[in-house]
């Protein structure tokens, strides 16, 4: 059976979204805005500065809303998840997928729609990345939506937001929460 596909860029609540970019395109963009000291500054000055950061994070928004579906919750997991974003599973779950997915891989919510988590497993493992999906997420800092996920992976608050599941070494941990235009 085929899926009826959700293109993202749609709001509303969460529900299964096909990415509108692939899996290997998005990881080679990634090389791009990879974490660095320069990309550390223009965070830092982004987050001094209120209004620049109103700006940014605006076009973050319209940007990954429509590649991913984003849902702006500030701890991007797109790049351990195959660039399917998890937080458009109607349960929100950070590691999935949940015991309700249909065997034809189809979401306990809306049946008509492949789960997130399926579509997340056959990205990752067509990108090469399928080993990605052995990692454990750390559970969503609910402090954080609506802000900018780059600002706050460049700045170095993305460093546990995953961690080998089991390996009994990294603990998942939140950080304290501030203020753009404070530091
Ligand atoms: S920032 Fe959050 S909501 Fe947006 S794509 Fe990443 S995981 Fe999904």
Redesign the pocket.
């Known amino acids: 059976m085929r899926a009826d596909t959700k293109v993202a860029g749609g709001g509303g609540w969460p529900m299964p979204v096909e990415p509108g970019i692939g899996a290997r395109l998005s990881y080679a963009l990634h090389h791009l805005l990879a974490a660095n000291f320069l990309y550390r500054g223009l965070g830092g000055a982004v987050e001094r500065r209120p209004r620049l950061y109103r700006w940014f994070t605006r076009v973050e928004r319209a940007g ?1 809303e429509r590649l ?1 579906g ?9 790049p351990a998840t195959g660039y399917t ?3 458009n599973c109607p349960k929100q779950l950070r590691n999935g997928p949940c015991g309700g997915v249909a065997a034809d891989g189809m979401c306990e919510v809306y049946p008509r729609l492949k789960c997130v988590w399926v579509t997340a497993f056959e990205r990752a493992e067509a990108a090469g990345h399928g080993g990605d999906m052995d990692l454990l997420q750390r559970p969503v800092d609910h402090r954080e939506w609506g802000r900018s ?1 780059w600002v706050n992976y460049w700045r170095g608050r993305d460093d546990e937001l995953w961690t080998g599941a089991g390996d009994g070494r990294a603990r998942p941990a939140l950080h304290p929460r501030t203020e753009p235009g404070v530091r």
């Open positions: 990954k991913y984003c849902r702006m919750c500030g701890q991007c997991a797109l974003c998890p937080m996920s």
